[in-house]
């Protein structure tokens, strides 16, 4: 079954103001076995695939980014903006290179490549540079980016009346939210963060997908460029995390549930103040 998904890339575009590139990752590679099997320190185009292709298990890509060059972190840095959140490995290899933050606080030249995405919106690479420096130790952490947070907020699921337990999230430009979804009911949900406005038009064109396994194939996420963000479906019983960054440009963001048939009741607010 399917779980949730963390897409740094798209989200990064919001705050470029750009529509996300891939919201929904592509279908693991049908040589994906012949991947697998490689050595990565012997082959590095099968290493090059371990970092990009979606099904590779977090193990295996840390061997191939380990096998790329000297620095790890740069490799995987490099790696993500290739990647631009649309390959299936993008929140894989955030979490590699968040995995390697004590390392890549003893590395100035990692320290200042980090620094740069981190403050640098557009950048593939953004949050989870930011989501890296907030994982080091304050005082391991540059200067300029020692405030790094990520706040966490967690919104579950009310079983059987198919609504989320938090109807409202209150939070400022620019700030990191660490979103856990907790799934306590008997069937899958999953949460999309949309344009101010624009959850309807969402939420209609996920009903037309139908509970198909077409619609399932893409987690009930419409390729619109007023879906923001995704967390993908996640099992009864089971949780997800993504990392989001508010956008700078103020106003009520709302957060859906696009299975067919939930988004008019299991939706939320996100209200954006300075």
Known sequence: MMTGF???????????GNPPARLVPPAPPEDLPAVLA???TKDADMAKRMLMDNGVPAELRMRAVKSLGASPILVLLDAIAK???????TRDLADVLVS???EAAK?????????????????????AALRTIAAMP?????????????????????????QYDIKEIKTKPGEILEITLKNTDTMQHNLLI?????????GVAADKMGDTPEGKACQFVPDMPSVLAVMGLIDPGKSGIFFYVVPQK?????????????????????????
């Open 6 to 16: 963390i897409l740094i890339g798209a989200i990064a575009t919001v705050l470029a």
């Open 38 to 40: 490689a050595d990565p």
């Open 83 to 89: 990647c631009g959140g649309t390959c299936g490995a």
């Open 100 to 102: 390697l933050a004590a």
């Open 107 to 127: 590395d100035p030249a990692v320290l200042e490549r980090l620094t740069k995405c981190a403050q640098t919106p557009e950048d593939p690479a953004y949050t």
């Open 138 to 162: 304050i005082e391991q952490r540059p200067e300029a980016l020692k405030g790094v947070t990520a706040r966490q907020v967690s919104i579950g699921t009310i079983p059987g009346a198919m």
């Open 194 to 202: 949309t344009m101010p406005g624009k959850m309807s038009e969402v």
């Open 250 to 274: 103020p106003g009520t963001y709302q957060y859906v549930c696009t299975v067919p048939g939930h988004w008019r009741m299991m939706n939320g607010k996100i209200k954006v103040a300075p």
